[in-house]
């Protein structure tokens, strides 16, 4: 068995998206799970519309989700003399030959197909055969190169995703592999780069599957060996249309940005169209080991935001409350909120951790506690009853003298509203509103102890 050699090959007119970031993941774990080699390749010969800063975004993305390639980045652009050194070696092998034919005569032999209601396609008038005389070469026209498709039979693969597929060679024309410029085409580079880089296993999306028959003839005329075609099927949104803006099409940065944690949006991607049997939760590692092309699925995958929150709190319950606040810092720091000004952040995210699904969603929770906090006054009012009064000054009195600590300050709620014969939410209800402005909080003793003595006796007197 040859060492396994995947690429990754994006063209880079825009950000890594979800899509792409699925083909990148699930070509490097398959390289990683065989010990070989994952191949960063740009494809950028588009220059119209390829710009640095797209490619920088795609290093980005795979950066962030640590997509590390062994070998590369390649870029088309500087092989060029690669391409046309091949070009050469093709027509004097004969297996591409110069076609003259200008723009004219093709747009004519179209509207004579079309008119004859066949398939529009090259005629194969500069094709040389054997006995055939071919027409003199116009003066004053600079050719393009053809590649000479073979005649009769098909072309066929064994798809590792999709099975075999086969495709008659007469569907194929003869295709353009040089322009009249000389610059070479876009399917003749993926060829040569697949070749050149030795490339075992080429996984991508399925918008690529009518290129693969015209990649494995050429690479067949090239006396390259045709690697093994994995075509993923394309991811749909949400609802079930085409992935957009709300669900996936974005850049991967913009997850970071959101909030999600790496290893969420790897185990997610990790399970979009390909399982494991029933199970949803793993790490990069396990999904290494258990990587193969036979549990992709040949049908779309469907884009579940639930599913990735889901996830992402999953991961982010799982971090050690030192490196949940360690993530949390920096996006307070951004909103010019000092963290070390309040309570320990780590006692914060660990106690609001269990209700948040994104970073940013913590971030808004604990921010709180860093802030001078003014309790909305309806909001208050609608809490505070008269006769929770007396009982929050007695309360806000018997906390200093109190070990600090939760069960002894929720022996001290329960005394309190026992001796007022209140009901619990009657003191706890306006004593969150005090403490974080909100009604809505995790176990009020725990509140009340991370927000130390101090601050919390002085935030109840204010508003008493
Ligand atoms: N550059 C192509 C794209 O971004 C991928 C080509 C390939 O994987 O063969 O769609």
């Given at each position: 068995?040859?060492?396994?050699?995947t690429?990754?090959?994006?063209?880079?007119?825009?950000?890594l998206?979800?899509?792409?970031?699925?083909?990148a993941?699930?070509?490097?774990?398959?390289?990683?799970?065989?010990?070989?080699?994952?191949v960063l390749?740009?494809?950028?010969?588009?220059v119209?519309?390829?710009?640095p800063?797209a490619v920088?975004?795609?290093?980005?993305?795979?950066?962030?989700l640590?997509?590390?390639?062994?070998?590369?980045p390649y870029?088309?652009?500087?092989?060029?003399?690669?391409?046309?050194?091949?070009?050469?070696?093709?027509?004097?092998q004969?297996h591409?030959?110069?076609c003259?034919?200008?723009k004219e005569?093709l747009?004519?032999l179209?509207?004579e197909?079309?008119?004859?209601?066949?398939?529009?396609?090259?005629?194969?008038?500069?094709r040389?055969?054997?006995?055939?005389?071919?027409?003199?070469?116009?003066a004053?026209?600079?050719p393009?190169?053809?590649?000479k498709?073979?005649?009769?039979g098909?072309?066929?693969?064994?798809?590792a995703?999709?099975?075999?597929i086969e495709?008659?060679?007469?569907?194929?024309?003869?295709l353009?592999?040089a322009?009249?410029?000389?610059?070479?085409?876009?399917n003749?580079?993926?060829?040569v780069?697949?070749w050149d880089?030795?490339i075992?296993?080429?996984i991508?999306?399925?918008?690529?599957v009518n290129?693969?028959?015209?990649?494995?003839n050429?690479?067949?005329?090239?006396?390259?060996?045709?690697?093994?075609?994995?075509?993923?099927?394309?991811?749909?949104?949400?609802?079930?249309?085409?992935?957009?803006?709300?669900?996936g099409?974005?850049?991967?940065?913009?997850?970071?940005?959101d909030?999600?944690?790496?290893?969420?949006?790897?185990n997610y991607?990790a399970r979009?169209g390909?399982?494991?049997?029933?199970?949803?939760?793993?790490?990069?590692?396990?999904?290494?080991?258990?990587?193969?092309?036979?549990h992709?699925?040949?049908?779309a995958?469907?884009f579940n935001?639930?599913?990735?929150?889901?996830?992402n709190?999953?991961?982010?319950k799982?971090?050690p409350?030192?490196?949940?606040?360690?993530k949390?810092?920096p996006?307070?720091?951004a909103?010019?909120?000092?963290?070390?000004?309040?309570?320990?952040l780590?006692?914060?995210?660990?106690l609001?951790?269990?209700?948040c699904?994104?970073l940013?969603?913590?971030?808004?929770?604990?921010?709180?506690?860093?802030?001078?906090?003014?309790?909305?006054?309806?909001?208050?009012?609608?809490?505070?009853?008269?006769?929770?009064r007396?009982a929050?000054?007695?309360?806000?009195n018997?906390?200093?003298?109190?070990?600090?600590?939760?069960?002894a300050?929720?022996?001290?709620?329960?005394e309190?509203?026992?001796?007022?014969?209140?009901?619990?939410?009657?003191?706890?209800?306006?004593?969150?509103?005090?403490?974080?402005g909100?009604a809505?909080?995790p176990?009020?003793?725990a509140?009340v102890h991370?927000?130390?003595?101090e601050?919390?006796?002085?935030?109840?007197k204010?508003?008493l």
């Open positions: 068995m040859k060492p396994v050699r690429r990754f090959a994006p063209s880079p007119t825009g950000y998206h979800i899509g792409g970031a699925r083909t993941l699930f070509s490097w774990a398959y390289a990683r799970r065989h010990g070989g080699t994952f390749r740009i494809e950028d010969t588009d119209a519309r390829s710009t800063e920088q975004a795609i290093l980005d993305g795979m950066a962030w640590e997509l590390t390639h062994d070998d590369g870029y088309q652009m500087q092989r060029m003399d690669r391409y046309k050194a091949v070009i050469q070696e093709m027509l004097s004969g591409a030959y110069y003259y034919t200008s005569e747009d004519a179209r509207a197909q079309e008119a004859q209601k066949i398939k529009p396609r090259y005629d194969g008038r500069w040389p055969e054997e006995g055939k005389t071919l027409p003199t070469p116009p004053g026209i600079d393009v190169v053809r590649f498709n073979p005649k009769g098909a072309v066929a693969w064994d798809d995703v999709k099975g075999r495709i008659s060679n007469d569907e194929l024309d003869d353009i592999i322009r009249a410029d000389g610059t070479p085409t876009y003749f580079c993926v060829c780069d697949d880089m030795g075992t296993h080429v991508r999306g399925d918008d690529h290129n693969t028959p015209r990649q494995i050429i690479l067949k005329a090239l006396g390259a060996e045709v690697p093994t075609y994995a075509h993923l099927s394309m991811i749909l949104g949400d609802d079930g249309a085409k992935l957009s803006k709300r669900h099409a974005v850049s991967v940065m913009q997850y970071d940005e909030g999600f944690l790496k290893e969420a949006v790897i991607l979009l390909w399982s494991h049997g029933d199970d949803e939760v793993f790490s990069r590692q396990q999904f290494v080991e258990w990587f193969d092309l036979d992709i699925t040949a049908s995958a469907q935001t639930e599913k990735l929150l889901w996830l709190q999953h991961y982010m799982q971090l409350a030192a490196e949940l606040a360690a949390i810092a996006r307070l720091a909103r010019s909120i000092d963290c070390t000004t309040g309570p320990s780590e006692a914060a995210c660990a609001y951790v269990d209700r699904n994104t940013n969603v913590l971030a808004d929770a604990v921010e709180v506690f860093y802030c001078n906090i003014e309790a909305q006054p309806e909001l208050l009012a609608q809490h505070l009853g008269e006769e929770a007396p929050l000054t007695d309360f806000a018997a906390l200093a003298d109190i070990p600090w600590e939760i069960p300050i929720a022996a001290t709620i329960k309190t509203v026992g001796k007022h014969g209140l009901k619990m939410p009657k003191l706890a209800m306006p004593l969150r509103v005090m403490l974080t909100q809505q909080t176990s009020v003793d509140v991370l927000l130390g003595r601050r919390v006796i002085t935030s109840i204010k508003y």
